[in-house]
C-alpha cells in the first residue's frame, strides 16, 4: 500500500498554467505506475495521464493531449502534472493513483489520494 498526497491546486484564468504534485510514502515508489484522473461536479471520474514505473510509457486523456504532461522524480517519490493552456472544462478536483501496472492504474485500480481542487474561471 502506498500513501498519496497531492498539492499544487488552485484558482487560475483560462489560458494559464497549473502544476499539480503528488508525493508518495509507504512503499518502494520506483515500483508503482502512477496516474492522474479528475472528477467535475456532477460529472463521473476521468483518467487524465499515466506514466510507468520508470517514465519510458505515457498515455494521456484525448482532452488533455498537447496541454499536459505527466512526469515522475522517482529518487524524490513524487509524481507532477504540468498543466498548459487551461480551460474552464478543466475544473475538477484531481487526483493521483498508484498501481504496479500503466494498465491497472489507468483502470482506476489501486491506492488514491485525496485529491486537489482545479479551478479555471473564463
Known amino acids: 500500500q502506498v500513501h498519496l498526497v497531492e498539492s499544487g491546486g488552485g484558482l487560475v484564468q483560462a489560458g494559464g498554467s497549473l502544476r499539480l504534485s503528488c508525493a508518495a510514502s509507504?512503499?518502494?515508489?520506483?515500483?508503482?505506475?502512477m496516474a492522474w484522473f479528475r472528477q467535475a461536479p456532477g460529472k463521473e471520474r476521468e483518467f487524465v495521464a499515466a506514466?510507468?514505473?520508470?517514465?519510458?510509457?505515457?498515455d494521456y486523456a484525448d482532452s488533455v493531449k498537447g496541454r499536459f504532461t505527466i512526469s515522475r522524480e522517482n529518487a524524490k517519490n513524487t509524481v507532477a502534472l504540468q498543466m498548459n493552456r487551461l480551460k474552464p472544462e478543466d475544473t475538477a478536483v484531481y487526483y493521483c493513483?498508484?498501481?504496479?501496472?500503466?494498465?491497472?492504474?489507468?483502470?482506476?485500480?489501486?491506492?488514491w489520494g485525496q485529491g486537489t481542487q482545479v479551478t479555471v474561471s473564463s
Open positions: 493513483a498508484a498501481n504496479t501496472s500503466v494498465s491497472s492504474v489507468r483502470r482506476g485500480l489501486g491506492s
Open positions: 509507504g512503499r518502494t515508489f520506483g515500483g508503482y505506475a
Open positions: 506514466i510507468s514505473w520508470s517514465g519510458g510509457i505515457t
